[in-house]
C-alpha cells in the first residue's frame, strides 16, 4: 500500500512547529472552528448521509462534534483526539469512548477490522503529516460501504497545519483532500458538498468544503 512520503514530497508535510503535536494541544480549547451556519451545513450533511444508526468515530474529535441528534441515532461514537478534557466535555461522545492519540506519530488506530459505519474529521485533516497512512487506517476500521466524511474551512492553526495546506487554495484544498482518497486506495465514488460565495453563500460566512467516499465493497 502507497505510504504518503512514496506519493507526495516531503517538503509538503513540513509545519513551522515542528515540536511535539502534544505541546500545543494540552491546553483544552473549548471553542467551535467554523461559524453557525457552517456547522449546520455539516450537520445537515450529517443527516443526509450518515447511517442513521451504527457506530461512529469522530477522528480528531474535540469537544463538539456537531451530530444532529435525534436524526441520527448512533448506537456509539467513539471520539479520537490530543485532549482529553476537551473529548469529556463532548456530550455527544460515549463515556469511555475516549482515545486520546497523536495520529502523526501512530497511524495505527486502536480499533477492530470492521468496527464503524462512519468515521467523521471534522476541520482538522490539515494538520495530518501522514494522511495515506490514517486514510488506510479508516479504511481498516469501517464496515464495506462504510462512509469517511471529510469537512474543512478557511482557517487554521497555521503553525501546525501543513505547508501544502498554507500554500494553496481552497479549490485545490479539495483537490488534495481527493488525492488522499485516490492515493489511499479501496474507495468508492468520492462526493462533494460545498457551501461558499460561489454557491450563493453569503459574504463573511465562513465557507465549508465537505468529501466523502465510502469503503468500496470487497472483491
Ligand atoms: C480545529 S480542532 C477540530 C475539532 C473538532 N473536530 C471540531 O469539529 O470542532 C482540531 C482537532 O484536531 C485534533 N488533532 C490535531 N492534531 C492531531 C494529531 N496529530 N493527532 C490526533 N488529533 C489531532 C485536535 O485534538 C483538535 O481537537
Redesign the pocket.
Known sequence: MPRTLDVYPQEYFKRQDETP?ML??EQP?P????DDEAILT?SRFYADVLPAKGAYL?????????LPVPLVKPDRVVG????AA??GDNPQLDEGEIWV?????EPTLPFADGEFDAV?????IQ???QPLEVFQEVHRVLKPGGIFAI?FSNR??PS?ATAVWLATTDQQHIELVASYFINSEGWGEIQARVKNQETGSPAGEDPLYILWAPKAPEE
Request: hydrophobic share 45%.
Open positions: 503535536d500545543f494541544y480549547r471553542v467551535v472552528h467554523i455539516l469522530d477522528l480528531m474529535a474535540s469537544w463538539r462534534s456537531h479520537l483526539g490530543m485532549n476537551e473529548m492519540q497523536n495520529l502523526n506519530e467523521l474529521c471534522a476541520v482538522s494538520y495530518l503529516i469537512s487554521c492553526f501546525k
